[in-house]
C-alpha cells in the first residue's frame, strides 16, 4: 500500500521528512506569480515503474488549458526544458491531438500531445499568464544515493532530488570537483552554481580557501570569497558549471 507524504514547497525544517518505504507517494504544490517564470526541480518518479516520470503526470495545477486551434499558444501554460540544443517549449492545451483524439495534455508548437519522460534531478521552467498553483507529484524518491552527470564547460540545470533542504556546503552532496583559489584570482574559473530567485541569479564559487570565521575551508563562497549557508530547497533547482566533467552525488 503506498503512503501519501505532501511536501510543501515553502522552507520546512529537513527533519520532517523521514523516507523509510520506497513507495511513498508525494506531491509538492507552490504559487506561481502571473507572467513568471518559476525553476523547478524533479524530486518524484513514476508511480507505476519507480524511474523517470511522465511530463503529463509531473505538472498539474489550477491552471487553465488553452486551445491550439484558436492560436492561444501565445497565452497558455508553458514548461521550458533545457538540453544539449537549449530550451524545447511545451504547452498545456485542451485539444492537444494524441492519434485521431482531442486530449487535454502538454503539447508540443504543433499541438500534439507528447510524451516526455523527466529524469529525477532535473529540472524545468514553468510560467502561466495568471497567478496559479502548481502541484507536482509522483513517488518520493527513497534514502540512499543519487548520481547526476554535469557536462565539463557547460551549464547544467540540475536539482535537489529528494524531500528535504540540502545545503551547498552539506556533506549530504558531492560536487566532484577540483575546488579553484580565491586569492589566486580564479574566480573566472571555478566551479560555479547560479540560484535563481526573485528575477535574478546570485553566483557561488568553489574555492579551497573560503573564508568561514578565523578558518580557510574549501567550500561553496559568494563572490567575496566567504562561504555561505545557502541551501537547495525541496524541489528546488539550480545551474551548476565546472571546467571538467563531473558527477553530483546527492545523499539521503
Known amino acids: 500500500m503506498k503512503k501519501l507524504m505532501f511536501v510543501a514547497a515553502a522552507a520546512i525544517a529537513s527533519s520532517a521528512f523521514c523516507i523509510e518505504s520506497a513507495n511513498t507517494v508525494g506531491y509538492s504544490s507552490t504559487a506561481v506569480a502571473a507572467n513568471t517564470w518559476y525553476m523547478a526541480g524533479v524530486q518524484f518518479t513514476d508511480t507505476a515503474t519507480g524511474t523517470g516520470i511522465s511530463l503529463q503526470d509531473f505538472v498539474k495545477g489550477d491552471f487553465e488549458a488553452k486551445t491550439f486551434w484558436d492560436d492561444e499558444t501565445a497565452i497558455a501554460p508553458q514548461v521550458q526544458i533545457y538540453g544539449a540544443s537549449g530550451y524545447t517549449a511545451y504547452y498545456y492545451f485542451d485539444d492537444a491531438a494524441s492519434g485521431s483524439d482531442e486530449i487535454t495534455a502538454w503539447a508540443n508548437v504543433d499541438g500534439d500531445a507528447v510524451d516526455v519522460t523527466l529524469a529525477p534531478g532535473s529540472a524545468l521552467w514553468f510560467k502561466n499568464p495568471t497567478a496559479c498553483n502548481v502541484t507536482f507529484a509522483g513517488q518520493v524518491i527513497p534514502a540512499g544515493t543519487m548520481e547526476i552527470a554535469c557536462t565539463a564547460g557547460a551549464w547544467n540545470m540540475i536539482a535537489n532530488p529528494y524531500p528535504t533542504t540540502l545545503a551547498l556546503n552539506s556533506d549530504k552532496i558531492d560536487w566532484n570537483v577540483e575546488p579553484k583559489t580565491f586569492w589566486d584570482d580564479e574566480t573566472p574559473i571555478a566551479p560555479q552554481i547560479q540560484v535563481y530567485a526573485a528575477g ?50 546527492f545523499t539521503k
Open 200 to 249: 535574478g541569479y546570485t553566483a557561488y564559487y568553489y574555492f579551497d580557501d573560503a573564508a568561514s570565521g578565523s578558518d580557510e575551508v574549501t567550500a561553496w563562497a559568494n563572490v567575496d570569497g566567504d562561504a555561505v549557508d545557502v541551501s537547495i530547497p525541496v524541489g528546488g533547482a539550480i545551474w551548476f558549471k565546472a571546467s571538467d566533467a563531473s558527477t553530483v552525488t
